[in-house]
């Protein structure tokens, strides 16, 4: 299976490199196109493979076209590549709000599909929810769920509003638990802690109890009603930040990034 990529940025970098060591494809069958000169001679000293500084040079034979470029750069991209598509041509889109519609009208190429990674695919421990035009042959929708499946955990959707929807909150999610781990360890440092040992008891706790919901099987709220002794710590500070309408908060925040996702789709 031959993949090109338009863009090497670090997401480009990391598709790349899952799809070489799972073994999807081999590295004579991978081509980046990155204008960056540095850039160039990084992806192919750390990954063995052909850069080339345009994208029409990576265009020929290959059997996905992976966007991997900013949003701003989305529109020039389409320009360039579109009049240069086949029948053969299956695109994959990684740009952050850019819809269906978008991709196909400014290719004008029938074959898309869309997928919405996050960061932590960058070590193979990611969640991506992807969708696809109905002009994709179901070879490719499975030869695109082997590539996604090297970045972490994926998910098709025949909807494509559920992609909209997992931008603001798996896509957006990780900036999210960021600062929350963040905010943890601060506490920590406020309460006099030195700063390693409140890192390192933050992130433990953060990584054992997302374990603990995901081997036990229960739900969040039993879990954490298990923590949480009559008259003790854990409901002291849960009705402080319950106060502070810290569940609200964190329910508004995705909506008003599943608002922006679809502002921007619309806008492009």
Do not use: C
Not at 148 to 173: I, P, R
């Amino acid at each position: 299976m031959r993949i090109s990529f338009i863009g090497g940025g670090k997401m480009g970098e990391a598709i790349a490199r899952g799809i070489l060591e799972a073994g999807v494809a081999a590295r004579d069958d991978v081509r980046i196109a990155e204008p960056i000169e540095a850039r160039r001679g990084y992806l192919t000293e750390k990954l063995g493979v052909e850069v080339q500084p345009s994208a029409l040079d990576v265009l020929d034979d290959a059997d996905l076209l992976i966007l991997a470029i900013q949003p701003r750069d989305l529109a020039a991209a389409m320009r360039d590549i579109g009049p240069h598509l086949t029948d053969g041509h299956v695109v994959i889109s990684i740009v952050a709000g850019a819809a269906m519609d978008t991709l196909l009208t400014g290719l004008k190429h029938s074959a898309v599909i869309r997928v919405m990674p996050n960061t932590p695919a960058q070590i193979g421990a990611g969640m991506t929810v992807w969708t696809a035009s109905p002009d994709v042959p179901e070879a490719k929708i499975e030869a695109a769920r082997r590539v996604l499946q090297t970045l972490g955990e994926e998910m098709y959707v025949g909807n494509e509003k559920l992609v909209d929807m997992a931008t603001a909150l798996s896509a957006s999610g990780p900036a999210y638990v960021f600062l929350f781990i963040e905010a943890l360890i601060d506490s920590g440092v406020y309460l006099g802690m030195p700063r390693d040992m409140a890192r390192k008891l933050v992130l433990q706790t953060v990584a054992g109890s997302t374990r603990l919901v995901e081997e036990s099987g229960l739900h969040p709220a039993q879990l954490k009603d298990m923590v949480t002794s009559p008259g003790g710590t854990t409901i002291e500070a849960l009705r402080t930040l319950e106060r502070g309408r810290f569940r609200a908060t964190v329910i508004e925040a995705v909506r008003a990034a599943y608002e922006k996702s679809k502002a921007l789709g619309a806008s492009r």
